[in-house]
């Protein structure tokens, strides 16, 4: 594995946020000026490799892998059209514990439904259903998430009250969370087509 291509998985991995060259030499075990020259050199590669379709810009001290500014009307279509994807059967269970329970951490969320929930978490927040909602208190201040407008306007609901009634012990009833989630399906369909 080649220090160029460990720099680009780094700077991939590290998204919006960059990296400093102190921070990749450290993960590299490398001295700084040898990151530089290494960066400086993949950077001139990337930008006349017009078959790349990424480049590393600087902000400030920091190296980011971005998109080139060509394919920015491409970037722009993707993001326009609607996501054909519905929810996994994870990620709609999350959501219903944190509808049920909100404002609820994500340790709360693994305690009911007893697996790891990070994916679906980010999966609905990146759909915009789910939301930080603060800061729990006690030991590391973990976050709390609660439900978001998108949501409601994606189960048809005026508010959270309409939210079918929970039997003690359970969960939800089966034959009401059919109904919930087909009701967002349905909604995610028609939100689809148009």
Same mark, same amino acid.
């Given at each position: ?10 700077l991939?991995?590290?998204?919006? &946020?960059g990296?400093?060259?102190d ?18 050199r993949?950077a001139e ?13 600087t ?23 609607p996501?054909?994807k519905?929810l ?7 959501l219903? =514990?944190?509808a ?6 994500? =340790?709360?969320?693994?305690?009911i439904?007893?697996?790891?929930t990070?994916?679906? =978490?980010?999966?609905l927040?990146?759909?915009?259903? =789910? ?5 729990a &208190?006690g030991a ?11 949501f ?7 508010s ?7 039997v ?14 087909g ?6 369909? &028609?939100?689809?087509?148009e």
């Amino acid at each position: 594995m080649t220090n160029e291509s460990i720099i680009e998985s780094l700077l991939f991995a590290a998204g919006d &946020e960059g990296l400093t060259a102190d921070q990749i030499a450290s993960v590299l075990d490398v001295d700084v000026q040898t990151i530089r020259s290494v960066i400086e050199r993949m950077a001139e590669g990337l930008l006349l490799d017009e078959s790349r379709g990424v480049m590393i810009t600087t902000y400030g001290k920091e190296y980011r892998l971005m998109t080139k500014k060509e394919n920015a009307s491409f970037i722009q279509a993707l993001a326009e059209k609607p996501s054909p994807k519905t929810l996994s059967q994870a990620a709609l269970e999350t959501l219903a =514990i944190i509808a049920y329970n909100q404002p609820v951490t994500r =340790i709360e969320v693994e305690e009911i439904r007893g697996v790891k929930t990070e994916r679906p =978490i980010a999966t609905l927040a990146a759909r915009g259903l =789910i939301e930080e909602a603060g800061r729990a &208190e006690g030991a590391g201040r973990p976050i709390l998430y609660a439900t978001t407008t998108e949501f409601l306007d994606a189960f048809q609901l005026k508010s959270l009250d309409e939210l079918p009634p929970l039997v003690e012990g359970e969960v939800f009833i089966q034959q009401e969370a059919d109904l919930f989630f087909g009701r967002f399906e349905d909604a995610m369909g &028609e939100t689809q087509e148009e």
